[in-house]
């Protein structure tokens, strides 16, 4: 349920920014594009309220979906089967209509305003953001990773000792949160300047941080464990 509470105030915060970007909009802007990305019609920003209104629901869906399977267990004795699943495929759902919402909002401050106009889109913002959702939740999993489950790195190098697994899984669950908050940041910046470095910057220390790191502690953890092992004679 701390879960549950943590994402619900992120998702408020989330709601409460949108809502201040909401009033730096211009006063009309683009609703509604069609597949070349030409602008089809124009109307107030405070059409916008429904792009924003969406995740807000789905949050809250999220917040009573989980209170109500935790009750159910609580009266059963036993454990939801599938509550992981519906829980987090909620949480990617919110995350998924709120970059939406963030990306048309920040497309209309561009001050789009003609029918006809075509709309230029920031394809690397996109796929960082997506991408670095789902890093921020890959990495959030990671982190309770157990053996049996199907996450975490399940190399044969990798899953040769629990302990060494276990230690791994853990800290590419740090870096892999970490990398997708610095892919969305990342791309925000470098939409923002234009600047060669924070695109190169950003995609390597993300590659190094969230496969060679790991990579490189898993192998630094099996030397050290077979230097320890005591040698027969």
Same mark, same amino acid.
């Given at each position: 349920?701390? $879960?549950?509470?943590?994402?619900?105030?992120?998702?408020?915060?989330?709601?409460?920014?949108?809502?201040?970007?909401? #009033?730096?909009?211009?006063?009309?802007?683009?609703?509604?594009?069609?597949?070349?990305?030409?602008?089809?019609?124009?109307?107030?920003?405070?059409?916008?309220?429904?792009?924003?209104?969406?995740?807000?629901?789905?949050?809250?869906?999220?917040?009573?979906?989980? #209170?109500?399977?935790?009750?159910?267990?609580?009266?059963?004795?036993?454990?939801?089967?599938?509550?992981?699943?519906?829980?987090?495929?909620?949480?990617?759902?919110?995350?998924?209509?709120?970059?939406?919402?963030?990306?048309?909002?920040?497309?209309?401050?561009?001050?789009?305003?003609?029918?006809?106009?075509?709309?230029?889109?920031?394809?690397?913002?996109?796929?960082?953001?997506?991408?670095?959702?789902? #890093?921020?939740?890959?990495? *959030?999993?990671?982190?309770?990773?157990?053996?049996?489950?199907?996450?975490?790195? *399940?190399?044969?190098?990798?899953?040769?000792?629990?302990?060494?697994? *276990?230690?791994?899984?853990?800290?590419?669950?740090?870096?892999?949160?970490?990398?997708?908050?610095?892919?969305?940041?990342?791309?925000?910046?470098?939409?923002?300047?234009? @600047?060669?470095?924070?695109?190169?910057?950003?995609?390597?220390?993300?590659?190094?941080?969230?496969?060679?790191?790991?990579?490189?502690?898993?192998?630094?953890? $099996?030397?050290?464990? @077979?230097?320890?092992?005591?040698?027969?004679?």
């Amino acid at each position: 349920m701390k $879960n549950a509470i943590r994402f619900f105030l992120f998702g408020m915060v989330n709601f409460i920014g949108m809502m201040i970007y909401l #009033f730096f909009l211009p006063d009309m802007t683009f609703s509604s594009v069609n597949l070349q990305m030409e602008i089809e019609g124009i109307s107030s920003k405070w059409f916008s309220l429904i792009d924003i209104l969406l995740p807000l629901i789905i949050l809250f869906i999220y917040f009573f979906e989980t #209170f109500y399977l935790l009750r159910r267990e609580k009266m059963r004795g036993k454990p939801f089967q599938n509550r992981t699943v519906l829980e987090w495929s909620t949480m990617l759902i919110y995350l998924f209509t709120s970059i939406v919402a963030w990306l048309k909002m920040i497309l209309q401050k561009e001050q789009y305003v003609g029918v006809g106009d075509t709309i230029s889109i920031p394809v690397f913002y996109i796929v960082s953001a997506i991408i670095g959702s789902i #890093f921020i939740i890959v990495g *959030r999993l990671f982190l309770r990773a157990e053996r049996g489950e199907c996450l975490g790195i *399940r190399l044969p190098f990798f899953t040769k000792d629990h302990s060494i697994w *276990r230690r791994t899984n853990y800290l590419a669950g740090i870096f892999l949160f970490f990398s997708g908050i610095l892919l969305i940041v990342g791309a925000i910046l470098y939409e923002t300047f234009q @600047k060669d470095f924070l695109f190169y910057g950003t995609i390597g220390t993300v590659i190094f941080f969230s496969f060679l790191v790991p990579m490189g502690y898993c192998i630094f953890l $099996n030397i050290k464990k @077979k230097k320890n092992q005591p040698k027969n004679f």
